[in-house]
C-alpha cells in the first residue's frame, strides 16, 4: 500500500472520528435540551393584566430595546422544599422580589429590591377558577403572590403589582424556590460571601468571615434574618444584593459557554417557574447569552426609596416615582443615558453647589489649611488617593484618607457651618456633589461615589480593599443642584424630570456590584 492511499485512509478515519464526535456532541445537546424543556414550568399568561404600561419602541429600525425581568424568590414549602426551608407545606410569599433593569444597549442594569412589607395596591388579578378580584389599596407587596392560593403562588398578580407600581413593563418573570436557589450555587460550586457576623438563629447556622457557600448554606445565608442589625427585612436585601453580585461574577468568571451555562440551566429549571416567553431552554440560554456583555461594574442594585411605617413600609415620595420615571426614560440613576446622550458633566470650573466659586483662582491661605478627609463610598481600589490627588492639586495642604465604607452612589461632601468657604471650594472640584451641613464635624469629609470620575492620568495605587471598576458617569444637570437630593430643573434637551442630582432615598440605599463584599450588610 502507497504512502498516499495510507494518508487518505487516516484522513478519511480522522473525519469520520470528527463527524462522529460532532454528530455526539449535536445530539447530546439535543437530548439535553429536551431535558431542560421538561424541566421547565411556566405560569398561565391569561394572569397578566390586559391593561399594562406600554412596550418599548426602538429609536431606530433594528435597534435594541431596554428589558425588564422580574425575579421572585418564593418561600414555599411544597414539592420537597420544605426539606431545606424547615416548616410545613404551604403556598409560601415571594419574601425576596427584585426587578432587574437592563438599558437598551445591553451593557448596564439596575436591579431594583422591592421590600416584602411594602404597602402597595394590588391590583386586579385573576383566580383559579377564571374571576378577577377587585382591587386592594395598603396590602402588604409580598401577599399579591398568595392572590388565589395557586400550588405554585401567583406570579402573574406579583407581576401585575410590580407594573402597576413602577409604570414599567415586565418583559419576563422567574420564580426560584430554595431549591432552585441550593442547585444553582452547587452548579458553579459556591459562591463567595461574606457574613459580617456569627449567627446563630431560627436553625441558621453562619461563622463570621469570607466563606464559599452552595446549597443548604447558601439558602440559609439568602433566608437568614434574625442574628443580623434589627433583624429586618432591609438588611437580609442587602445581603441578598450581594449575594447576586458575587453569583454573578463567578458566572461571568467561567464564561458564558455552553458547558457553563448548560450546567446551571439544568439546575436551575428543575426548580424554576417562567412566563412562557421563556418557556424552553434554547429561550433561557439565548436570553442570558444575551446578557454576557454587561459588566460587573455596570451593574447597580438599589432598594426601593423606603421609610418604615409601623410593622410596614412605605415608599418615600418623590424619590420613588423618580426611580420608576429613570427606569421608564432608559436613564441611569444619575439621570445619564447609556447610549451617550446625556447631558453633559458641569466643567470643573463651574460654580458649585450653594454658588460656590469655580476652581479658578488661588485658595485663601485658611482655606488651604482647612482639614480635608476623603473616604472611599464606592469600594474601587485607590479611589480615595485619586479624589485626594484633586484636592491636593487644587492646593489643599491637609488631607487625609478616611476608612472606606461602599455603597454610595452620588458624592456627599460634609462640613461644619465654619469651614463652609473651604467646603464651597471643595465642592466645585466634584460637580454634582451633594452637600450637607454637619455643625460639630472636624473636618470638610468628601464621600466619593460612583458618579465621581477620576482623571485617567491619575494613578490609583492599591492601598484600598475593594476590586478594581470603571467609575460611572459624573451626575448632569445644574451643578449648584439640591442640597436635600431632591429632584432640579431639567437641563435644556433633556428630559423633564431628570434630577440634576441623586435623589437621597435612590442614593443612600444603592450599592454597586462590584462593591467590596463585606460592605454595608445590615441595617439598624
Do not use: C
Given at each position: 500500500m502507497g504512502s498516499s492511499t495510507r494518508r487518505r485512509r487516516y484522513?478519511?478515519?480522522?473525519?469520520?472520528?470528527?463527524?462522529?464526535?460532532?454528530?455526539?456532541?449535536?445530539?447530546?445537546?439535543?437530548?439535553?435540551?429536551?431535558?431542560?424543556?421538561?424541566?421547565?414550568?411556566?405560569?398561565?399568561?391569561?394572569?397578566?393584566?390586559?391593561?399594562?404600561?406600554?412596550?418599548?419602541?426602538?429609536?431606530?429600525?433594528?435597534?435594541?430595546?431596554?428589558?425588564?425581568?422580574?425575579?421572585?424568590?418564593?418561600?414555599?414549602?411544597?414539592?420537597?422544599?420544605?426539606?431545606?426551608?424547615?416548616?410545613?407545606?404551604?403556598?409560601?410569599?415571594?419574601?425576596?422580589?427584585?426587578?432587574?433593569?437592563?438599558?437598551?444597549d445591553h451593557k448596564h442594569a439596575v436591579g431594583v429590591s422591592i421590600p416584602r412589607d411594602t404597602l402597595v395596591t394590588i391590583p386586579s388579578c385573576k383566580l383559579p377558577n377564571g374571576t378577577w378580584t377587585s382591587p386592594r389599596t395598603s396590602q402588604m407587596f409580598n401577599s399579591a403572590f398568595t392572590v388565589g392560593d395557586f400550588p405554585k403562588g401567583n406570579p402573574a398578580c406579583t407581576q401585575n403589582t410590580v407594573e402597576t407600581l413602577t409604570g414599567l413593563r415586565v418583559d419576563h418573570t422567574i420564580v426560584v424556590d430554595f431549591k432552585g436557589a441550593a442547585a444553582m450555587t452547587e452548579a458553579i460550586n459556591g459562591v463567595d460571601v461574606c457574613v459580617p457576623n456569627d449567627v446563630d438563629?431560627?436553625?441558621?447556622?453562619?461563622?463570621?468571615?469570607?466563606?464559599?457557600?452552595?446549597?443548604?448554606?447558601?439558602?440559609?445565608?439568602?433566608?437568614?434574618?434574625?442574628?443580623?442589625?434589627?433583624?429586618?427585612?432591609?438588611?437580609?436585601?442587602?445581603?441578598?444584593?450581594?449575594?447576586?453580585?458575587?453569583?454573578?461574577?463567578k458566572v461571568q468568571g467561567q464564561g458564558f459557554s455552553l458547558p457553563t451555562l448548560l450546567p446551571l440551566a439544568d439546575a436551575a429549571t428543575r426548580s424554576l417557574t417562567v412566563d412562557e416567553g421563556l418557556g424552553?431552554?434554547?429561550?433561557?440560554?439565548?436570553?442570558?447569552?444575551?446578557?454576557?456583555?454587561?459588566?460587573?461594574?455596570?451593574i447597580t442594585f438599589v432598594t426601593a426609596?423606603?421609610?418604615?411605617?409601623?410593622?410596614?413600609?412605605?415608599?418615600?415620595?418623590?424619590?420613588?416615582?423618580?426611580?420608576?420615571?429613570?427606569?421608564?426614560?432608559?436613564?441611569?440613576?444619575?439621570?445619564?443615558?447609556?447610549?451617550?446622550?446625556?447631558?453633559?458633566?458641569?466643567?470643573?470650573?463651574?460654580?458649585?453647589?450653594?454658588?460656590?466659586?469655580?476652581?479658578?483662582?488661588?485658595?485663601?491661605?485658611?482655606?488651604?489649611?482647612?482639614?480635608?478627609?476623603?473616604?472611599?463610598?464606592?469600594?474601587?481600589?485607590?479611589?480615595?488617593?485619586?479624589?485626594?490627588?484633586?484636592?491636593?492639586?487644587?492646593?489643599?495642604?491637609?488631607?487625609?484618607?478616611?476608612?472606606?465604607?461602599?455603597?454610595?452612589?452620588?458624592?456627599?461632601?460634609?462640613?461644619?457651618?465654619?469651614?463652609?468657604?473651604?467646603?464651597?471650594?471643595?465642592?466645585?472640584l466634584f460637580p454634582g456633589a451633594r452637600a450637607v451641613e454637619e455643625p460639630g464635624s472636624e473636618a470638610i469629609t468628601v464621600t466619593l461615589g460612583r458618579d465621581f470620575r477620576p482623571s485617567p492620568a491619575t494613578k490609583l495605587d492599591a492601598v484600598e480593599s475593594g476590586p478594581g471598576v470603571s467609575p460611572s458617569p459624573a451626575a448632569p444637570g445644574d451643578p449648584g443642584g439640591s442640597p436635600s437630593g431632591a429632584p432640579g430643573t431639567a437641563p435644556s434637551g433633556t428630559p423633564s424630570g431628570v434630577p440634576s442630582g441623586v435623589p437621597t432615598g435612590i442614593a443612600e440605599n444603592s450599592r454597586g456590584a462590584d462593591t467590596d463584599p463585606c460592605a454595608d450588610l445590615t441595617f439598624g
Open positions: 484522513l478519511r478515519t480522522a473525519i469520520g472520528l470528527a463527524a462522529v464526535l460532532v454528530l455526539s456532541v449535536v445530539g447530546a445537546g439535543a437530548w439535553f435540551y429536551h431535558r431542560l424543556d421538561n424541566n421547565i414550568t411556566t405560569f398561565d399568561a391569561g394572569g397578566v393584566a390586559t391593561e399594562r404600561p406600554p412596550a418599548p419602541v426602538p429609536t431606530t429600525p433594528g435597534a435594541s430595546v431596554p428589558v425588564n425581568i422580574l425575579v421572585l424568590g418564593s418561600d414555599t414549602r411544597d414539592d420537597g422544599n420544605n426539606a431545606i426551608g424547615g416548616g410545613e407545606e404551604g403556598v409560601g410569599h415571594s419574601d425576596t422580589a427584585m426587578l432587574v433593569h437592563v438599558y437598551a438563629s431560627h436553625g441558621i447556622h453562619l461563622k463570621k468571615g469570607m466563606q464559599k457557600l452552595s446549597g443548604q448554606p447558601a439558602v440559609d445565608y439568602l433566608r437568614a434574618r434574625y442574628g443580623f442589625g434589627d433583624n429586618s427585612d432591609i438588611g437580609r436585601m442587602k445581603r441578598q444584593q450581594a449575594f447576586v453580585s458575587s453569583m454573578i461574577k424552553t431552554a434554547m429561550k433561557l440560554v439565548d436570553f442570558t447569552r444575551s446578557l454576557q456583555d454587561i459588566k460587573l461594574s455596570d426609596p423606603w421609610r418604615f411605617a409601623g410593622e410596614r413600609v412605605q415608599l418615600v415620595q418623590p424619590d420613588a416615582n423618580t426611580l420608576w420615571r429613570l427606569l421608564r426614560e432608559d436613564r441611569t440613576l444619575d439621570g445619564q443615558s447609556t447610549a451617550g446622550t446625556g447631558t453633559p458633566a458641569p466643567s470643573p470650573t463651574a460654580p458649585g453647589p450653594d454658588g460656590a466659586a469655580g476652581t479658578s483662582g488661588p485658595l485663601a491661605p485658611e482655606q488651604a489649611a482647612a482639614p480635608v478627609l476623603v473616604v472611599n463610598g464606592v469600594g474601587t481600589s485607590g479611589l480615595s488617593n485619586s479624589g485626594a490627588a484633586v484636592l491636593r492639586a487644587r492646593g489643599f495642604q491637609n488631607v487625609a484618607l478616611g476608612k472606606p465604607t461602599g455603597g454610595r452612589l452620588q458624592t456627599e461632601i460634609s462640613y461644619d457651618p465654619t469651614l463652609k468657604a473651604a467646603a464651597d471650594q471643595v465642592a466645585a
